[in-house]
């Protein structure tokens, strides 16, 4: 009998082992299916068919290929490849699980609303300080509009336009370049593959001529045209009220795609001077089409050409002049307070000397947390201070109540939180935090109204603390 029990117990065993291995077989099996559907996609869908037979497109392919054959889980599968495709050879591509359908998607983007973080428009003095942070979303556009109002009734003399943190999205471009022109101007033109079926080399702007530009608002009609003709082209129209005044657009390295282009339409315009570093050189338009197994796959349908300086994408939009972005808003309005302006640089340098030995560098850290929103009342959002020797502070005036919170720029690329099981924070006690994307929230309970103090120490690299103080 007892023979008989290990011979029971070994075949229960081998049989697991093997159900697992069929399991993990079929889950890889699967991701190898989406990896072909990915290259059928591309070969029907991209811009350029040419760029797909080149060596950097071909490699990239065989490291996605290994990545299905390696990868446990759909999450890892999906990191993986939007990690591999951060360096790809060209931009705009990424795998997400699907939440809505592809034909779904494109409907919900053109009704989407973001909310009010995506514009602010402050004021200096007889300056109008103009933020947008996203191309993206109804109400964008409509707090565009809305902010050009507001500067032609209170009769500013200069504009700031700061995107040093948008990446782009659809068009709210538009109206943010349309109040400040007088006559219409060709910007330059969409490229889909139908051209790159019949040519061989780039178009011009004279291949553009005869047609009618494209306007409207639909991302989904968009995508539909732009598809179904060779070359799409883009004509801005003046909008009313018109600014006049200098205009001072900021831009970074981290300003992209539809931002970009909307870049390149305003350098055309002569009261425009750019500040800032290049662009991201991310133009291309993107498409969402659905894979088996549940993915989604964004890719380019189409690239975009200026009149002025050819392709964008891998290039980007140069400024008029370039210093860090850290720093561009303190140089537009050292020019606007009538400061000559290498007598400015000079100045800025030695600040950039400083930033440059702080531990995050040029990187603008803020308190987000459900004081705030979580960062979309981004004018309410505390921004630490550098105080020397590692430290950054903030402070803010918080009721009675319970807070959740995070220390994160404002692109959220990393976040310092709560390590697991540690969130739990008093007033007076240091506590460690963890830096990484989508850190624990960290908590504390106030039992009566104060203004807070938020310490956060950096001076050890491989140590941060938090210590928070009435």
Same mark, same amino acid.
């Given at each position: ?17 093997? #159900?697992?291995? *069929? ?49 446990? %889980? ?47 428009? +402050?004021?200096?003095?007889? *300056? ?10 109804? =109400? ?73 530009? @494209? ?28 600014? =006049? ?7 970074? +390295? ?44 964004? /890719? ?6 200026? #009149? ?58 803020? /308190?987000?947390?459900?004081? +705030?929103? @979580? ?37 959220? =690329? ?32 106030? %039992? ?16 941060? *603390?938090? %210590?928070?103080?009435?």
């Amino acid at each position: 009998m007892r023979n008989l029990k290990i011979l029971f117990i070994t075949l229960v065993l081998v049989s697991c082992n093997q #159900s697992k291995e *069929t399991n993990y077989t079929q889950h890889n099996l699967e991701l190898l299916t989406v990896v072909d559907s990915i290259s059928q996609l591309m070969a029907n869908y991209h811009y350029n068919p040419r760029e797909l037979d080149e060596v950097a497109y071909l490699e990239l392919e065989k490291e996605i290929q290994k990545l299905a054959n390696n990868a446990e %889980t759909k999450e890892a599968f999906i990191n993986g490849f939007n990690r591999l495709w951060s360096d790809g050879p060209f931009s705009h591509v990424r795998l997400a699980k699907m939440g809505k359908p592809a034909e779904e998607m494109a409907e919900f983007i053109d009704s989407l609303r973001v909310g009010d973080h995506s514009v602010s428009l +402050n004021w200096e003095a007889r *300056t109008a300080i103009l933020t947008v942070t996203t191309m993206t979303g109804v =109400d964008t556009k409509e707090r565009v509009f809305d902010a050009y109002r507001e500067i032609d009734k209170n009769k500013a003399e200069t504009l700031i336009i700061d995107i040093r943190n948008n990446i782009g999205g659809t068009f709210a471009g538009i109206p943010l370049i349309g109040h400040l022109m007088k006559d219409p101007i060709d910007v330059g033109m969409f490229v889909s593959r139908k051209w790159w079926e019949n040519n061989t080399v780039p178009p011009k702007i004279d291949d553009v001529q005869t047609l009618s530009s @494209w306007e409207g608002w639909s991302i989904k009609t968009f995508w539909q045209d732009v598809q179904q003709q060779a070359l799409t082209r883009v004509r801005f129209k003046p909008m009313l009220p018109y600014f =006049d005044g200098p205009v001072y657009v900021l831009i970074s +390295n981290k300003t992209a795609s539809a931002a970009e282009f909307t870049v390149d339409a305003m350098a055309q315009l002569k009261n425009v001077t750019i500040i800032g570093e290049t662009s991201a050189g991310e133009m291309l338009s993107q498409k969402m089409f659905d894979l088996p197994y549940g993915f989604q796959l964004s /890719l380019p349908i189409a690239e975009y050409y200026s #009149s002025q300086i050819g392709k964008i994408e891998g290039k980007g939009v140069k400024p008029d002049i370039e210093i860090n972005q850290s720093v561009a808003m303190e140089l537009a309005m050292s020019l606007i307070n009538g400061e000559e302006l290498n007598e400015t640089i000079v100045t800025l340098q030695k600040e950039l000397n400083k930033i440059e030995e702080e531990p995050l560098g040029s990187e603008t850290i803020y /308190l987000f947390g459900n004081m +705030n929103d @979580w960062g979309k009342k981004w004018d309410a959002s505390p921004r630490f201070e550098y105080k020397g020797k590692g430290i950054y502070e903030t402070n803010i005036l918080l009721k009675k109540g319970n807070y959740e919170f995070k220390i994160a720029p404002m692109n959220w =690329d990393f976040d310092f939180g709560a390590k697991p099981n540690q969130e739990i924070m008093t007033l007076g006690t240091e506590t460690t935090l963890i830096k990484k994307t989508g850190s624990d929230n960290l908590k504390i309970e106030l %039992t009566e109204e104060a203004e807070i103090i938020f310490h956060l120490n950096l001076s050890k690299p491989k140590k941060t *603390t938090l %210590t928070i103080q009435d």
